[in-house]
C-alpha cells in the first residue's frame, strides 16, 4: 500500500517547494540526503486541490456573474468567493489518492491551504484508511513573509505551481494565528505530524523536512489506527 505525506500550509509557505525537492530526491538527484535513500526508486504522486478549484474557476466564469463562486485576480490567479467548493475539490483530492493507495512502493504527496485544518472541514473527505498511512508535515511561515513570496513567484513564475493569491485572501481567511499543528498532533498522534518553520534558510529547512521524512518507515511499521479512529468519531 502507498504511503502518504500530507504538506500542508498557508499558500508561500514553501508547500509545493517541499514537493518538488522529494521528487528530486526519489529521482536520485537534487536535494539528496542519505535518510531518503529508502525512496530512491519509488514512484511518486503529487495531487494539490488547486488544480482541480482552476477547472472549477475555468467553468464557473462562463456562468452569469451572479452564479459564480470565483473572481479573477491578478497574474491569472482566482479568489475563491463560495467556501462550499473548498470541501468538493478535497473529495476529487481524495478520489486521486484512492486510485494509487493500493501502489506498492508509492509516495503520495498531497498539498493544499486551509485556515482550519479539522476533521470537520478537512479529514472527513477522506477515508480511514488513507488517514491511517499518512504522515502530516506542516510548514510554518509568518503572513508577511508568505505575502512577499507569492508576489515574488507571481512576478517571475519559474513553476506552473507558481500561484497567485491575493493580499485580500491571505489577510482575511489566512492571516489569524494559526494553531493548526497543536490541532494536527491531537488529531494524529506526535508521532506523525511535524510542524517546521520554514521563514529562513532553505537548506536548513529542507535537512528538517528530510529528518521527518527518514523515519517514515518506522512509523509505518508502529502505526496506531486507533489514533483516527478516535478523530472520525468525533
Aim: hydrophobic share 40%; proline share 4%.
Amino acid at each position: 500500500m502507498a504511503e502518504i505525506l500530507f504538506i500542508l500550509g498557508r499558500p508561500g509557505s514553501g508547500k509545493s517547494l517541499t514537493a518538488r525537492c522529494i521528487k528530486e530526491a526519489t529521482a536520485g538527484f537534487g536535494y539528496r540526503v542519505p535518510g531518503l535513500a529508502y525512496l530512491e526508486g519509488w514512484s511518486v504522486s503529487h495531487v494539490t486541490d488547486y488544480d482541480f478549484l482552476q477547472r472549477m474557476f475555468r467553468a464557473d466564469m462562463k456562468k452569469e456573474e451572479a452564479l459564480r463562486r470565483f473572481r479573477p485576480t491578478s497574474f491569472g490567479g482566482f479568489d475563491v468567493l463560495d467556501l462550499r467548493v473548498l470541501p468538493l475539490a478535497l473529495r476529487q483530492v481524495s478520489a486521486f489518492i484512492a486510485e494509487r493507495l493500493p501502489e506498492e512502493r508509492t509516495l503520495i504527496l498531497v498539498e493544499f491551504a486551509r485556515r482550519d485544518y479539522s476533521y470537520q472541514e478537512v479529514w472527513r473527505n477522506f477515508r480511514k484508511d488513507m488517514l491511517d498511512h499518512a504522515s502530516f508535515l506542516y510548514l510554518e511561515a509568518d503572513i508577511e513573509t508568505c505575502m512577499r513570496r507569492i508576489e515574488q513567484r507571481a512576478r517571475n513564475p519559474l513553476c506552473l505551481d507558481d500561484q497567485y493569491v491575493s493580499r485580500e485572501i491571505m489577510v482575511g481567511y489566512y492571516g489569524s494565528p494559526s494553531g493548526e499543528p497543536a490541532n494536527l498532533r491531537g488529531c494524529f498522534g506526535q508521532e506523525r505530524v511535524v510542524a517546521i518553520e520554514n521563514a529562513g534558510s532553505w537548506r536548513k529547512t529542507w535537512m528538517r523536512i528530510s529528518q521527518f521524512l527518514s523515519k517514515i518507515p518506522a512509523r509505518t511499521l508502529a502505526a496506531q489506527p486507533q489514533t483516527v479512529e478516535l478523530v472520525l468519531a468525533r
